[in-house]
């Protein structure tokens, strides 16, 4: 049980500061690309420092679902080790570039106010939590396993899997960076509040399935997965409708309250974003209803299945 | 229970007060100036354009820029036209404001498209408050009704005469069109046209103390410029009638690179009102990098100016500022100032 809640609760904060790099890597390549790539050696230690929590919460994930004590203590080893190389790669790189780039300014400012020192700050900790579970586990010895190859179909559903896992995090960080962004004047309110919410729901599931698939019995996960499912597709529903119900009256909404949140869209001059938000929170639910009512197509519940 | 009533009322009670803080319909024409500048011979305003500082700048490397443009283009007033930021933070906006301040020479705002995207609040870019800060920075927003921001002007005077008008409009960023898909880029409103001819014949009633504007002579018109960010829909016209007439220089200047004119999604009428009032004699934009033509279109000087660094797409060949000397005599001059970056 207390391994289970430490699973949990680090898994939910990794998400949590995995979804705000997401969106903050995207933005700052984004500007740094419109630019010619001008500043991607200096931003290269950021750039690192950023994809480092997303790594690490696929790790998390991966490790834990695999039953083997032997094989999960070599992934824990396995990982930190790549942890550590690379926040310490990172971190030298980040010290070197501030003299070399910055002329010495440890607070020169650009992504945040206090760049480049918030991020080595952040790179350190990341060396020091790679190196402390190094340190954990030293004497812990662990074998080689003989891999099993996944097939085709698994590696497409890993991969797709992924891909929304990113678009996810996307939107729970442009939920959260819109803490910086939200137009005070309160004007849209009605149209921005669907909107928001649109961008935690994906998120919301992925985090409230983690913990039912960590607390509950496999009998019990499906019906609760399902009830999830359910829970998720009507509130999206609900909240779409909202929305676009909203931008049918004031079509102009995003861009008098929201453009912050959608950089790219206004770049490509096409209202992509509600859309994409709308049908990423779809996603999730779908998967566990089609999951619960048809089990023999989706690969986790398959797998499950066959095991119970 | 009762607690609940109250944070309910509470909330209530603030959505109220943010229902109302769009500000009354009892402004004056005078509350959109915030100081008068005196006019010295052949007034320089130097106008930066489209400069997109954001996430991804060099601060370092751009102050030495900018020494060298502002330096080379020693001007009385210095005018930035929209997208100064794209993707930017609230210290990103900061540092530019205190580097363009700590140069001791008036200088204002209007927004274009990408302002608004960063990370910061829309009332952070464009109220009061961000602006007041700076002593020599002459932007004003009295939060009142009309479209945009800071919409407002500089009057320049040659003691107590009002001896040109500089005027700033707000042109909006983006309009969603009917496909609910796409978008095109904002115009300048009737309402903000309104309020531009309010300004100029109130100002012209004020100065010659008669009762209508209608009484003055053409010559008499205190004569303007205005600057905004989006090209009006004439910006094609006036392309169009200088091709027809072969390149003559007595007409325009400089060049049409960029993939088209991204004007307004329609004709507002803005440039038909400043030919019926007869006051402006030059509208000044940015949007398209690299077009930087001046042409006389109709008695007017339809104008981009040179975009300013090298923030997204532009040609190094042509960024820098364009400073525009407004004559004693009604008439305004242009030079455009091309600075590279120093390597």
């Known amino acids: ?308 | 229970m009762h607690r609940i009533n109250k944070t309910f009322s509470s909330l209530l009670a603030v959505f109220a007060l943010a229902s109302c803080a769009g500000g009354t319909d009892t402004f004056t024409y005078l509350d959109y100036q915030k100081q008068d500048l005196d006019y010295v011979e052949d007034f320089r305003v130097l106008q930066m354009t489209d400069i997109h500082f954001g996430l991804a700048t060099n601060f370092a490397e751009e102050w030495v820029y900018f020494d060298n443009l502002i330096s080379e283009a020693n001007p009385d007033m210095m005018v930035l036209t929209g997208d100064m930021f794209m993707n930017a933070s609230v210290d990103v906006v900061n540092k530019l404001y205190d580097y363009i301040d700590s140069k001791d020479i008036p200088w204002t705002v209007t927004f274009g498209n990408h302002d608004r995207q960063g990370f910061y609040t829309p009332q952070f870019i464009q109220g009061q408050k961000t602006y007041d800060k700076y002593d020599n920075c002459l932007y004003i927003d009295p939060n009142d009704n009309i479209s945009g921001h800071g919409n407002h002007y500089v009057n320049i005077m040659s003691g107590t005469n009002v001896e040109w008008q500089v005027i700033m409009l707000d042109s909006g960023s983006y309009h969603l069109n009917d496909d609910g898909m796409t978008y095109d880029y904002d115009v300048i409103h009737e309402d903000q046209i309104a309020w531009y001819e309010n300004v100029i014949k109130e100002t012209n009633i004020a100065q010659y103390a008669v009762d209508d504007f209608d009484l003055l002579t053409p010559t008499q018109v205190i004569p303007s410029i205005a600057f905004f960010h989006i090209p009006l829909l004439e910006y094609v016209d006036a392309w169009e009638a200088w091709v027809a007439s072969g390149f003559d220089e007595a007409m325009g200047s400089g060049v049409y690179e960029d993939s088209g004119v991204y004007h307004g999604y329609y004709n507002s009428g803005f440039f038909a009102k400043a030919k019926e009032l007869g006051s402006t004699r030059g509208m000044y934009v940015g949007h398209d990098h690299t077009n930087d033509y001046t042409i006389n279109y109709e008695g007017i000087y339809l104008s981009y100016g040179v975009k300013t660094g090298r923030g997204i797409y532009h040609n190094p060949d042509m960024i820098g500022g364009q400073v525009i000397t407004l004559g004693d005599d009604g008439t305004v001059g242009l030079e455009r100032i091309f600075v590279a970056y120093e390597e």
């Open chain 1, 1 to 308: 049980m207390k391994t289970k809640s430490l699973f949990l609760i680090t898994n939910t904060l990794l998400y949590f500061f995995a979804g705000i790099s997401a969106f903050f890597f995207i933005m700052v390549i984004f500007t740094d690309a419109i630019n010619d790539f001008r500043m991607f050696f200096n931003y290269l230690p950021l750039y690192i420092t950023l994809i480092l929590p997303i790594y690490a919460l696929i790790a998390v994930n991966r490790i834990a679902k695999v039953d083997s004590d032997n094989l999960k203590l070599r992934k824990i080893k396995i990982h930190a080790l790549i942890l550590s190389v690379i926040s310490v790669v990172a971190l030298g790189y980040g010290l070197i570039n501030t003299f070399v780039s910055f002329g010495g300014n440890f607070l020169a400012g650009g992504p945040s106010k206090y760049f480049p020192l918030s991020f080595l700050i952040l790179n350190l900790l990341f060396v020091l939590i790679g190196v402390y579970i190094l340190f954990v586990f030293r004497n812990e010895k662990c074998v080689a396993e003989t891999k099993v190859k996944s097939g085709v179909l698994k590696v497409m559903a890993d991969v797709l899997k992924h891909l929304f896992l990113l678009f996810a995090l996307y939107f729970l960080g442009t939920f959260a960076f819109s803490f910086y962004s939200f137009d005070l004047s309160l004007n849209h309110i009605w149209g921005t509040l669907p909107l928001y919410l649109l961008f935690v729901i994906p998120s919301l599931i992925i985090i409230t399935n983690e913990i039912i698939k960590a607390c509950a019995t496999f009998e019990k996960q499906k019906s609760a997965r399902f009830i999830l499912g359910l829970c998720g597709l009507g509130l999206t529903l609900v909240l779409g409708v909202w929305m676009f119900i909203y931008m049918n009256a004031y079509p102009n909404f995003v861009v008098e309250a929201m453009t912050a949140s959608f950089a790219v869209d206004f770049a490509i001059s096409a209202n992509l974003g509600p859309v994409l938000s709308f049908v990423i929170s779809l996603i999730p639910a779908i998967y566990l209803i089609v999951g619960y009512l048809i089990p023999n197509y989706i690969p986790i519940y398959k797998k499950r299945q066959n095991k119970g």
